[in-house]
């Protein structure tokens, strides 16, 4: 009833270990700048926290050494060998139009995912040179796949389609897809669980480092502010999300370089690129509080579009029961939930302070008594999704 969950990538692997009994973690960590000459772990187990730093030259040798913390940390290593993990849970990122859900992996599988490495060329590879080492190294389990992308599929034609040449769709596999799906599909659950709802609507908003906002009809996503690649939607720490494609020609023709534009689109666009402080909202505010007016900018631009999509999605479902915040921003930080929140009364959402303070660590109401909608704050937790999905999957 041991499930590991492995999350590579494209320079880095994550993983957590649950007990699926009561879906306890029993272990977590982080190996770090894989491929340099000097690599930083964190191992933490029981409350207690490992820190080493150790040449990890690739993946394999990265699930080589999460394996050997795992049972050989501490006088009492979660783990008494790496026989006792009964399944893998492995994070992919893009599932294309190919998986509608989690699958148990096989050689036919990887081929599949291989085939979508255009669609991801910076996460897919890495995926797949997690799975080969999975499997190299914990060969006596079934491993599982779980996408980014299959909670999308349930978005009408209408909803992922461009405006562009049908065939580029067709042929050239052009279309919205959607990402931070584990995410979502998390909160949506547990969203259900409070309200007392199996299939509820639902806009659910992920906001951190990357940001994505979710419109979800009877418990299925019908809409998400992401698209091709996860660069589409709202503002995030680096990426510039929606903008004018015309941009692109109008600096290329200036003389810039198209991988130029593209670097500074990713990482040097967003709350950074704005701010000119850092990608890191906190330091961003901090900024802002002491009259720094471009960080006081990038916040109002922040919420600006979050309301935007909020505001669309909401007259998009007519009827919604709750709105969902989630990740580090949307989880820990008030003053942004209640800048995106702001007299929104005319929609049936009315903000109590109080509850908007309330500590994080748990499912918050964060909305009034008197809000038709509810608003809740509920962390979320995708490598649980994830080893959930194993679980199910193989016993």
Do not use: W
């Given at each position: 009833?041991?499930?590991?969950?492995?999350?590579?990538?494209?320079?880095?692997?994550?993983?957590?270990?649950?007990?699926?009994?009561?879906?306890?973690?029993?272990?977590?960590?982080?190996?770090?700048?894989?491929?340099?000459?000097?690599?930083?772990?964190?191992?933490?187990?029981?409350?207690?926290?490992?820190?080493?730093?150790?040449?990890?030259?690739?993946?394999?040798?990265?699930?080589?050494?999460?394996?050997?913390?795992?049972?050989?940390?501490?006088?009492?290593?979660?783990?008494?060998?790496?026989?006792?993990?009964?399944?893998?849970?492995?994070?992919?990122?893009?599932?294309?139009?190919?998986?509608?859900?989690?699958?148990?992996?096989?050689?036919?599988?990887?081929?599949?995912?291989?085939?979508?490495?255009?669609?991801?060329?910076?996460?897919?590879?890495?995926?797949?040179?997690?799975?080969?080492?999975?499997?190299?190294?914990?060969?006596?389990?079934?491993?599982?796949?779980?996408?980014?992308?299959?909670?999308?599929?349930?978005?009408?034609?209408?909803?992922?389609?461009?405006?562009?040449p049908y065939e580029w769709y067709t042929e050239k596999r052009i279309r919205r897809y959607g990402f931070h799906g584990t995410s979502h599909r998390y909160v949506s659950l547990v969203a259900a669980e409070l309200l007392g709802r199996p299939a509820p609507n639902l806009v659910t908003l992920h906001l951190g480092n990357g940001c994505s906002a979710t419109c979800i009809r009877g418990g299925q996503a019908v809409d998400h502010s992401m698209g091709l690649t996860p660069l589409e939607g709202l503002v995030m720490g680096t990426r510039c999300g929606d903008v004018d494609p015309a941009i692109v020609f109008h600096l290329t023709r200036l003389g810039m370089e198209l991988d130029a534009v593209h670097e500074a689109m990713e990482n040097r666009g967003g709350l950074l690129g704005l701010s000119g402080v850092s990608r890191d909202l906190r330091?961003?505010?901090?900024?802002?509080?002491?009259?720094?007016?471009?960080?006081?900018?990038?916040?109002?631009?922040?919420?600006?579009?979050?309301?935007?999509?909020?505001?669309?999605?909401?007259?998009?479902?007519?009827?919604?029961?709750?709105?969902?915040?989630?990740?580090?921003?949307?989880?820990?930080?008030?003053?942004?939930?209640?800048?995106?929140?702001?007299?929104?009364?005319?929609?049936?959402?009315?903000?109590?302070?109080r509850r908007n303070e309330a500590p994080a660590g748990g499912p918050f109401r964060i909305s009034a008594d008197a809000s038709p909608i509810e608003a809740w704050v509920i962390p979320t937790n995708e490598e649980l999704m994830i080893a959930r999905d194993t679980w199910r999957l193989i016993r």
């Open positions: 009833m041991t499930i590991l969950v492995i999350n590579c990538g494209s320079s880095s692997i994550k993983y957590r270990l649950f007990d699926m009994r009561d879906e306890r973690e029993l272990a977590r960590g982080c190996i770090d700048r894989i491929g340099e000459s000097v690599s930083e772990i964190e191992h933490v187990c029981g409350g207690v926290v490992v820190r080493v730093t150790e040449p990890i030259r690739d993946y394999e040798a990265g699930v080589r050494c999460l394996l050997r913390l795992l049972t050989r940390t501490g006088e009492n290593p979660p783990l008494a060998s790496v026989a006792a993990i009964d399944g893998v849970g492995h994070r992919v990122v893009h599932g294309g139009e190919s998986f509608r859900e989690s699958v148990v992996i096989d050689n036919g599988v990887i081929a599949r995912i291989d085939g979508l490495c255009e669609l991801a060329p910076l996460h897919n590879p890495a995926n797949l040179a997690g799975i080969a080492a999975g499997r190299h190294n914990i060969g006596h389990c079934p491993h599982v796949a779980v996408f980014d992308t299959t909670f999308f599929q349930t978005m009408p034609r209408h909803a992922y389609l461009y405006a562009l330091d961003v505010h901090a900024a802002a509080q002491a009259g720094n007016e471009r960080a006081a900018l990038a916040i109002d631009v922040f919420a600006h579009r979050v309301r935007k999509y909020l505001g669309a999605f909401l007259v998009g479902l007519g009827q919604c029961d709750a709105v969902v915040f989630t990740g580090g921003i949307g989880e820990g930080a008030a003053f942004m939930r209640a800048k995106i929140l702001a007299d929104l009364e005319p929609v049936g959402l009315t903000l109590d302070a």
